[in-house]
């Protein structure tokens, strides 16, 4: 059956590779990003692959809670089903002395772009997931996970980009077991993955943080098209998948007061700057 699938940052990487197949196969992919012009080349090279009514394109910067909104008020204009929402838009670590930056809302960036954007949106377009039901939300965390300190989530002490990311991606982690507990009977999932270790996209290869390249965008894209078309049956909800096989996360995600005190400041930090 045709699908609708929203997957944040699919102008480049594995976002992209994974829009490629999927229009192939015949779905409606929205295409995010944050440079219209770059959105623009995906759109004609999409357009080559399939039918332009399957393709549309969504610009934002998710650095910014208010355009995180917008976007969620674009697409629940645009569209009466979404079938998937996959979080993958991200940023990778730059050098080992990187300073500290921060979002247009003023969060550490990481938490902000990595993680509080996608679940700013995924809260945005639940209804439009649960009236679509079954409906998948997926977020593209990583292997890097490392636990939160809650004494100091935006890292205000002891900065280092590696440590940021590496706690966000937890964060997207922490938020798929949330999601999976209160979505239960809804007819929406909620699963997490690490995609491929190193894989050669920009994030990689632009980084002097990170080792070389050691896999394709096309073996992270095997992974990820796996929890979105596989069978759902196999996956359940709740996950965390290394590549193809369920693995098993950071011990923080598995603790339920975590959990609470993540959406507390998620929702602290949402409405401080909405
Ligand atoms: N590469 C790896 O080995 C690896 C390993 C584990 C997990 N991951 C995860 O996989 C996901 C995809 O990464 P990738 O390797 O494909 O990286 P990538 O090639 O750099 O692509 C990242 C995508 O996110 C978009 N993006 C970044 N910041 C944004 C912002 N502020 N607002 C809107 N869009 C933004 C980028 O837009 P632009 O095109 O404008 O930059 C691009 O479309 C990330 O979540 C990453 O953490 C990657």
């Given at each position: ?48 692959l ?11 910067d ?9 976007l ?21 670590p ?7 930056q921060?979002?247009?809302?003023g ?16 809260r945005?377009?639940?209804?439009l ?9 997926i ?19 002891n ?14 982690i ?9 979505l ?5 999932s ?18 002097s ?13 095997d ?41 507390e ?7 401080q700057?909405?």
């Open positions: 059956m045709m699908k609708t699938i929203l997957i944040t940052g699919s102008t480049d990487g594995l976002g992209k590779e994974v829009a490629r197949r999927l229009v192939t196969q015949g779905h409606k992919v929205l295409i995010h990003g944050r440079n219209p012009e770059k959105g623009q080349l995906v759109i004609n090279e999409l357009a080559k399939t039918d332009q009514a399957n393709i549309e394109y969504f610009n934002a998710l650095s910014s809670l208010a355009e995180v909104k917008k969620s008020k674009d697409i629940l204009a645009s569209r009466s089903r979404l079938d998937v929402l996959v979080n993958n838009a991200g940023i990778g730059r050098t080992k002395d990187s300073p500290r921060l979002s247009k809302d969060l550490e960036m990481f938490f902000a772009v990595n993680y509080l954007a996608g679940y700013f949106l995924a945005e377009l639940m209804p997931l649960k009236s679509s039901a079954p409906a998948r939300v977020n593209v965390a990583s292997i890097a996970q490392v636990a939160i300190n809650f004494d100091d989530p935006m890292l205000e002490n900065y280092g980009d590696y440590q940021a990311y590496s706690q966000s991606k937890l964060a997207q922490l938020h798929t077991m949330d999601l999976a507990q209160q239960a009977g809804s007819g929406v909620a699963n997490s993955l690490h995609p491929a270790t190193l894989m050669n996209t920009k994030m990689v290869l632009d980084s943080a990170l080792p070389d390249s050691r896999t394709t965008v096309e073996e992270g894209a992974a990820l098209e796996n929890l979105i078309m596989g069978d759902a049956s196999v996956l359940l909800s709740g996950g965390y998948y290394d590549g193809l096989t369920k693995a098993q996360p950071d011990a923080q995600a598995f603790d339920k007061q975590t959990l609470q005190e993540l959406q400041l998620s929702e602290k930090l949402i409405s700057a909405i």
